[in-house]
């Protein structure tokens, strides 16, 4: 099994994800672990991530989890994934739609973008045919308590102020989706034991 802790920056995927997978035995790594040092440097001055930042970094997570399934091993890995868009990604490695905003967006010469939409496509199809079963445990907490936490976490890149940004990008999972959410309103060792039931382990 394959789980995803999502959720905007301060609900606690780290330490809620950490301690599942010890308490599992099951690998662990977290999603600032794929970051670019540019997407970190960005981060870190306020910025938010476009989607062209982010795209690469959704790829290398997919990757990882991937290679997991593929040697038949569990997993515990957490990562914002605010929209369906960055989760497709995360479970084929490719999204048409989120590829064609970001093409739109670089406005680059017809003939290459050409180019580089039939090499999406390949890189579609080969990815379709490895999609990773994952499920999705989105931590939810109100604005205040996420507020709270970010102003008093310490040696992180990502800035209180922009939390309001991930809010405005967060999109809940959908009942295509597999997952759940997870009120973070509670101790480190109930949110826990909630997930392992939930899941069924």
Known sequence: ??????????????????????????????????????????????????????????????????????????GVVTCSALKKVYRNVLRNGYSPLLHSEIEHVTEKPDMETAKEHNEHQKDSELYNTQEVDIVFIHLTGSRDVLETRLVNRLGHFMPAKLLQS?????????????????DIDNTEENITKEIIGKIGV
């Open 1 to 74: 099994m394959i789980i995803i802790v999502m959720g905007v920056s301060g609900c606690g995927k780290t330490t809620i994800g950490s301690r599942l997978a010890k308490k599992l035995g099951w690998q662990f790594a977290d999603a600032d672990e794929f970051h670019s040092e540019e997407n970190k440097i960005k981060m870190s001055a306020g910025q938010p991530l476009t989607d062209q930042d982010r795209l690469p970094w959704l790829q290398s997570i997919h990757n990882f989890v991937r290679r997991l399934s593929q040697n038949n091993q569990s």
């Open 166 to 182: 991930q809010l405005d990008t967060l999109e809940n999972l959908d009942k295509q989706e597999k997952g759940f959410n997870i």
